[in-house]
C-alpha cells in the first residue's frame, strides 16, 4: 500500500516527465569553466605534472578513450568502435531503442542486457580522463574528443529516451562528468557547442529535480542524486531553477546523513564498499558547502574512522558485502583500494584534503556490528552484525565471518560480488553464505534471497561479549536460523595468534557442517584444527564483472548435532604450494 504522501510525489513525477518529455525547455546560455568552489585547474595541472606515475596513467587512459578503447568495472579493456552505440550492451550483445524511458524494460537481461554495464560507459567518467589528459599533456587530440562524443551522445540519446534516462542515479553520475569537464576545459570549446550541451545540462538538472529516488531507492542512490543536484545549483547559479536544485539538494543531502550514518559512523547498507562510496559523496557535499552544520561535520568524521579501522595499512579494503564499482571521482584501478582516495586524484575537486589516519587499538563497532582486532602487523574484522537496512540488497549472508590482513596484505578474504543481474546463479553464489568465512550448514543460507536485491526470513543475531585489552581481545556472538543456532568465540591473542570455536545446535539427524576459510590463491592458510582442513580450488572476484583463482580451506565436521570445530591459525603470511595454486 503506498501512503498519500507517495502517491502526490508519483503523480507529480510523471507529470513532469511527460512534460520534459513532450516539451523540453529551451535554455542555451554558453556556459565556460573554471567554476566557482572548485581548485584552479590550470594550477592543479601544473602541480600535479611532477608525479610522473599518475601523470603517465592518465595519459594511458586518455590515449585509450581517443581509440574508444574504454577500462570499464572490472573487465577488460573493451574496444567499442566509431561510432559509439551508447545503448548497447557489448558483453551481451542487446540494444534498446528511443522510447519514452519508462517503457524501457532495463532491469529484464534478456530484453536489455545487463544495463550496469550500459550504465558505466554513459556516466562518461572517461571524459573527465580526456580533460585532465589535455591539461597535463597539451595534447589537442584529447581536448577535440570531448565535444565530439558529447555532440553524439545528446543526438543519440534525446531527453527521456532510452535506457540511460532510466535511472536518476546515471543521470547525475553524467551530470557530473559534465560539471567536471566544464570545469576543466569547458572555455576551450565552441559557443555553439556549448549551447546545446548546456540545454541538455540543463535537461539533466531538471529530471533530477523531479525524479529523486524518494521511495524507489533511498539508499546511495537518493544520496547521490541529491549531492549532484546540489552540485548543479551551487557550481551554476546562472541556471534558471539553480536555487531550487540547491535548497532541494542540500536538504536531501542532511536528511540521508541523519537517516543512512548510524552513531558509530557506519553507513546502513552493510557493505564496506558502498559506505566509502557513500562517504565520498557526503565529503564532496561538504566542501561546497564551508557552513556545513557541526552535527554533519562530526557525524563526517565518525564515517572516516570507521572506513580507517576496516581498510588495511596498505589502502586495501576487504570486499564484504556488495561491490558495485562506482566512484565519484577516478573509477579506474583495483577496486579494493577505493576506500582511500590518492593525492592527485583529490587535488582536482577538494580543497582541502585531511590525511588519513591509520588506527593501532581493537575496538568494536556496535551499530555496524564489526569488532576490529589489531596488534602489530594483524588486522583482522569480524562481522556480528545484522543484515543491513531497507531490503538488505546489498547485504551478503555472511553473519560471523572473518577477514584478516598481515602487514596490510590479504590473508583471509571476502568472495567480492561478481554480478548483479547478468548471472541469477553467479550472483546467489558470491553472496551465499559458503562463500565467505563462516560456517555453512548442508545447503542453507543464512537468509532467504528473493531476487537479486532481496532476503526476507533474516536471522537473530546476538553479540554475547566484547572483551580487549593489551594481550588478548574476545568476540563471542551467535547467529540463528531456520531451526539452527551457529555461535562462535574468537580470541586474538595478540600479537598473531587467532583461535576461532565454533558451536553448532540444531535438529535431529545427521548434518554436514563445515568451517570454510578464502584466500588468495598465492597464500598458504597456518591453520591447526580438528579434523584437519582440506584444500580446494575457490575463486574471488575483486570487481563487478571480474573473477580469479582463489582457495578453500575446509574443516568439515558430519553427524548429529551438537557439532564443535575449533581451529587456530596464524596470523603470517607465506606462499602456498604449487599444487594448491593450479
Known amino acids: 500500500m503506498r501512503s498519500p504522501a507517495e502517491i502526490r ?14 516539451m523540453p525547455p529551451h ?4 556556459l565556460t569553466g573554471p567554476l566557482p568552489g572548485l581548485p584552479d585547474p590550470e594550477g592543479t595541472a601544473a602541480a600535479l605534472r611532477a608525479s610522473k606515475d599518475y601523470c603517465a596513467e592518465i595519459e594511458r587512459l586518455a590515449t585509450d578513450a581517443l581509440a574508444h578503447r574504454f577500462h570499464l568495472l572490472g573487465l577488460k579493456p573493451v574496444d567499442l568502435g566509431d561510432p559509439i552505440r551508447w545503448r548497447r550492451d557489448f558483453l551481451h550483445g542487446q540494444e534498446t531503442g ?15 542486457g545487463d544495463h550496469k554495464v550500459i550504465w558505466e560507459l554513459n556516466r562518461h567518467q572517461h571524459l573527465v580522463i580526456l580533460a585532465q589528459a589535455f591539461l597535463l599533456t597539451g595534447r589537442r587530440e584529447f581536448l577535440d574528443e570531448i565535444p565530439r562524443q558529447l555532440d553524439h551522445w545528446i543526438s ?13 542515479l546515471e543521470v547525475a553520475f553524467r551530470a557530473l562528468s559534465w560539471l567536471c569537464v566544464l570545469h576543466l576545459v569547458g572555455r576551450h570549446f565552441s559557443e555553439d557547442f556549448r549551447r546545446r550541451w548546456m540545454s541538455s545540462l540543463n535537461h539533466h538538472g531538471l529530471h533530477l529535480e523531479y525524479n529523486l529516488s524518494v521511495y524507489f531507492s533511498p539508499n546511495t542512490h537518493l544520496l547521490g542524486e541529491a549531492v549532484v543536484l546540489d552540485a548543479l545549483g551551487v557550481l551554476l547559479p546562472q541556471m534558471p531553477h539553480s536555487a531550487q536544485w540547491r535548497k532541494l539538494g542540500t536538504a536531501t543531502v542532511q536528511e540521508e546523513m541523519r537517516r543512512q550514518v548510524r552513531e558509530d559512523g557506519s553507513h546502513f547498507e552493510q557493505s564496506t564498499y558502498y559506505h566509502a562510496y557513500a562517504l565520498e559523496f557526503f565529503e564532496f557535499h561538504a566542501s561546497l558547502h564551508p557552513d556545513t ?6 557525524k563526517l568524521q565518525k564515517m572516516d574512522a570507521y572506513r580507517d579501522a576496516f581498510v588495511s595499512s596498505k589502502g586495501l579494503m576487504p570486499l564484504i558485502g556488495d561491490e558495485d564499482g562506482g566512484r565519484l571521482f577516478h573509477p579506474y584501478g583495483d577496486r579494493r583500494t577505493f576506500g582511500v582516495r590518492r593525492p592527485e586524484e583529490s587535488a582536482w575537486w577538494f580543497n582541502n584534503e585531511l590525511p588519513r589516519s591509520i588506527p593501532t587499538r581493537s575496538e568494536l563497532f556496535k551499530d555496524a556490528g564489526l569488532a576490529v582486532l589489531r596488534s602489530g602487523r594483524a588486522h583482522v574484522i569480524f562481522d556480528v552484525g545484522q543484515f543491513g537496512a531497507l531490503s538488505s540488497g546489498h547485504s551478503h549472508a555472511d553473519t560471523l565471518s572473518i577477514v584478516a590482513f598481515v602487514d596490510g596484505e590479504e590473508l583471509l578474504i571476502d568472495a567480492g560480488t561478481f554480478t548483479y543481474i547478468s548471472d541469477p546463479e553467479a550472483r546467489q553464489r558470491f553472496r551465499g553464505t559458503a562463500a565467505h568465512n563462516t560456517i555453512s550448514i548442508g545447503s542453507l543460507e543464512q537468509a532467504e534471497p528473493k531476487g537479486p536485491f532481496r532476503w526476507v526470513n533474516l536471522p537473530e543475531i546476538k553479540l554475547l561479549r566484547w572483551d580487549s585489552n593489551e594481550k588478548c581481545d574476545i568476540v563471542d556472538a551467535q547467529c540463528s536460523y531456520r531451526g539452527f543456532t551457529h555461535r562462535r568465540t574468537v580470541t586474538f591473542e595478540k600479537p598473531e595468534k587467532l583461535i576461532v570455536v565454533d558451536h553448532v545446535t540444531g535438529p535431529t539427524g545427521q548434518h554436514t557442517v563445515e568451517q570454510r576459510w578464502l584466500t588468495p590463491a598465492d597464500v598458504c592458510l597456518h591453520i591447526a584444527s580438528k579434523p584437519e582442513p582440506c584444500v580446494e580450488p575457490a575463486e574471488r572476484s575483486t570487481a563487478l564483472g571480474s573473477r580469479e583463482p582463489a582457495q578453500r580451506w575446509i574443516v568439515r565436521f558430519e553427524g548429529p548435532l551438537r557439532a564443535t570445530i575449533s581451529s587456530t591459525i596464524e596470523l603470517r603470511r607465506d606462499d602456498a604450494p604449487t599444487k594448491w595454486r593450479q
Do not use: C, K, M
Not at 527521456?160 to 534516462?165: D, I, K, P, T
Open 9 to 22: 510525489f508519483r503523480l507529480r513525477q510523471e507529470f513532469e516527465n511527460l512534460r520534459l518529455f513532450a
Open 156 to 168: 543519440e540519446n534525446p531527453t527521456h529516451r532510452g535506457v540511460n534516462w532510466t535511472s536518476a
Open 27 to 30: 535554455w542555451d546560455e554558453p
Open 293 to 298: 552544520p557541526t552535527w554533519y561535520g562530526d
Open 98 to 112: 528511443l522510447d519514452y524511458f519508462r517503457r524501457i524494460p532495463y532491469l529484464d537481461f534478456a530484453r536489455a
